[in-house]
């Protein structure tokens, strides 16, 4: 019990509505920092990211990473944990704008092209035509409800702990998926499966445009 009430609280810290008063994008108020968060963006520039075979799909404005162009994924590769994380408790804030598609991939690793080998995607998509909708597991424990607004900044956590992945909006759970042992994935999604590895934001198409600031995780033991 006591357990559950420390992760609701920090969820509610990592999602803003605690300590809301002190806070400012793409910073860690001392409550966070306390609590173990780091920052993945820094709302000025792309360091500590790289992106694959459409870097230009990337940029920054106005303290937020803009994903608007070409299929690309830009991956982490920053110096917290070594870019290699396990059990985690990661925090996005996101924009969709119509038509948008996007996802979070977990457990990855860096690769030139295509869609991520490696890892489980966290969708985001509120609006686009694919009924996979945000917050759900990708082809593996699909949610078909939008789970936020277009054009309505929220709050995406994901969290991985063992072989259990849970994923939240505003707060409010989406999926609490435990993989199976061993890993059961598609046929065409041989590597997703729970490992280790790094995140990645996904640009889908040239339609889809996406914002995300406050990028942060939080190291789980």
């Not at 968060?37 to 920054?60: C, H, R």
């Not at 396990?86 to 948008?100: G, M, Q, R, V």
């Not at 505003?170 to 999926?175: A, F, P, V």
Request: proline residues 5%; aromatic residues 10%.
């Amino acid at each position: 019990m006591k357990r559950t009430a420390l992760f609701l609280a920090c969820l509610a810290l990592a999602s803003g509505s605690a300590f809301a008063a002190d806070a400012k994008p793409n910073t860690l108020t001392s409550a966070e920092k306390s609590a173990g968060w780091q920052l993945l963006f820094n709302g000025k520039s792309l360091d500590g990211w790289k992106a694959s075979e459409s870097p230009g799909s990337f940029t920054v404005q106005d303290g937020t990473l803009v994903v608007f162009g070409k299929r690309s994924h830009l991956f982490y590769t920053g110096p917290v944990a070594n870019h290699d994380f396990k059990n985690f408790e990661l925090s996005l804030d996101i924009k969709t704008y119509p038509k948008a598609n996007s996802g979070v991939y977990i457990h990855t690793e860096y690769q030139e092209t295509g869609w991520p080998n490696k890892g489980y995607e966290v969708q985001v998509n509120n609006t686009h035509k694919d009924v996979k909708k945000g917050a759900g597991l990708y082809a593996i424990k699909d949610n078909l409800e939008a789970p936020a607004k277009d054009e309505e900044w929220y709050t995406m956590m994901v969290r991985v702990e063992g072989k259990r992945i849970q994923t939240f909006v505003n707060g409010k759970q989406i999926i609490d998926f435990t993989e199976p042992t061993p890993a059961a994935p598609p046929a065409n999604m041989a590597g997703r499966f729970l490992s280790h590895g790094t995140f990645a934001i996904q640009g889908h198409d040239p339609e889809s445009k996406v914002v995300y600031k406050n990028i942060k995780v939080r190291v789980l033991p």
